[in-house]
């Protein structure tokens, strides 16, 4: 999220808060979270569009031991695990981390090769938008309850 420089640090978490409120709103209307079966679904759908059917992973699922990734991948074993707190966000950021995961399954690491892959799925700046609004949202003060907890 690009903010003006002018603004102090106070102005741009409300601006960060409110927008992720925003966001939040607008994409929760699909709510309904894919099973396991549908995930793998969808990634067999993702390679096929974006990496010729190249990437085959053999097990995608749901994860909720990782709290500071979003997903993980395992190219030995083919395994493609999603973490539990991107479910109900936009579909289009899901699609982003498991063409991710996809992606090392054919390139293991970080390198040209690899962001070359990710470039041809269109959303990947907004995804990763999304994604980092969601970690500087978890970094700001949460404010007192009307309760006074």
């Known amino acids: 999220m690009l903010i003006p420089a ?4 106070a102005e741009e978490q409300r601006w960060v808060t409110v927008m992720l409120d925003k966001l939040a709103a607008q994409e929760s209307k699909n709510k309904r979270v894919p099973g396991d079966n549908e995930l793998a679904e ?6 096929a569009q974006y990496f010729d059917g190249r ?3 053999t097990s995608v699922r749901w994860v ?9 991948c ?5 395994s493609i695990r999603l973490s ?20 090392h399954l ?10 070359r892959l990710l470039d041809a799925y269109p959303r990947t700046e907004r995804a990763r938008g999304y994604l980092e609004g969601v970690v500087a ?12 907890d």
């Open 6 to 9: 002018r603004m102090s640090e």
């Open 106 to 115: 054919l390139v293991p690491g970080h390198g040209p090769r690899f962001w």
């Open 84 to 103: 539990h707190r991107l479910q109900g966000m936009p579909e289009y950021v899901v699609d982003y981390v498991l063409l991710h995961e996809l992606a």
């Open 137 to 148: 949202a978890d970094r700001l003060p949460h404010p007192p309850s009307a309760r006074g």
């Open 55 to 57: 990437a085959r992973p």
């Open 42 to 47: 969808r990634a067999e759908q993702l390679s």
């Open 64 to 72: 909720t031991n990782q709290n500071t990734r979003w997903g993980s």
């Open 74 to 78: 395992t190219p030995a074993e083919g």
